[in-house]
């Protein structure tokens, strides 16, 4: 039923205007907004354009990365949950179902080895719910991402956002079986200079905690550099060179052997970042729990 904006002065507010606010508020994009929704980015401005005119105020303020909600998109928002909390009630018919879509932007080895088993797991208990999962190694955003969940390296720095971290890892150095019977492995992170390294393509990623792995090594004889985390464990499962790896991707592999383990061992971790309006979704609290 619409709802009516104060003093009845205004044109009747729309549930369907409310629950694209609640989008935009979740994802900070009308493009990201749209998508979830089924919709376009046109739609999702019309509707936001309608909902302004019927409360009489404006709900979104531009950043410089997207949009946030106004004091008057804020009052609006539990409305907007209460009635996405509705429509899940009648989809779920009484069950503790979860439903609706998760966008997730997470790196490469963690999606592989983490949030996909993870995420089709709980899929299989809630069929209802839907995911979204884009690979990137990024800082996390000071502003709107476009996604409900961003997982990084290193703690974000994103003052609107909640950080939460998640697991710890360390990068080592490693090589191939078949590398070290015919190369003379280095003795010390000095000898590296003679060998080819395998790592990120240098300052692509502006992770810090990425960045300074490879700075802490001196300049070596060649490389081989991708933004693919998976193209260094091949090529230094396929004897390239030497390669700078998670200790989760390398460990279990057979073909690898650690290097100069005494040496050379990076702490690092995977802390997940939350806008304040995604955490209200049960969806996104259920996602992050499982991850």
């Known amino acids: 039923m619409p709802t009516h904006a104060p003093g009845g002065s205004h044109p009747q507010i729309s549930p369907e205007d409310l629950l694209t606010l609640l989008a935009v508020a979740r994802l900070g994009k009308f493009t990201a907004a749209a998508h979830s929704l089924g919709l ?25 990365d997207g949009w946030e909600l106004s004091a008057a998109g804020r009052e609006l928002l539990p409305v907007a949950e209460d009635i996405e909390s509705a429509l899940a009630r009648i989809d ?41 999962l884009m690979t990137v190694t990024q800082r996390a955003r000071q502003y709107r991402s476009g996604v409900d969940i961003e997982v990084v390296v290193g703690k974000p720095e994103a003052p609107r956002s909640i950080a939460k971290h998640i697991r710890d890892y360390r990068l080592q150095l490693y090589a191939s079986q078949e590398y070290a019977r015919t190369h003379t492995m280095p003795r010390s992170l000095e000898d590296l200079a003679e060998h080819r390294l395998i790592y990120y393509i240098e300052h692509s990623l502006h992770v810090e905690d990425l960045d300074e792995a490879a700075e802490a090594l001196p300049r070596s004889a060649g490389f081989f550099r991708s933004t693919s985390v998976h193209a260094h464990v091949l090529a230094t499962s396929n004897g390239v060179g030497i390669g700078i790896l998670p200790d989760f ?28 309006e995604s955490l209200r979704n049960a969806g996104v609290r259920s996602v992050l729990e499982v991850l």
């Open 40 to 64: 376009n980015h046109t739609t999702v401005s019309r509707r936001i354009a309608a909902l302004e005119k019927a409360y009489g105020e404006r709900v979104l303020v531009a950043s410089p």
């Open 249 to 276: 991707l390398a460990r279990h592999n057979s073909r690898l052997a650690p290097v100069l383990p005494e040496q050379f061992s990076k702490p690092v971790s995977y802390w997940a970042s939350v806008r304040h």
């Open 92 to 132: 779920a018919r009484g069950s503790s179902a979860l439903a609706g879509t998760i966008r997730l932007a997470c790196p490469q080895a963690f999606a592989l080895e983490y949030a996909v088993p993870a995420l089709t797991r709980l899929q299989s208990r809630h069929p209802g719910l839907q995911v979204e």
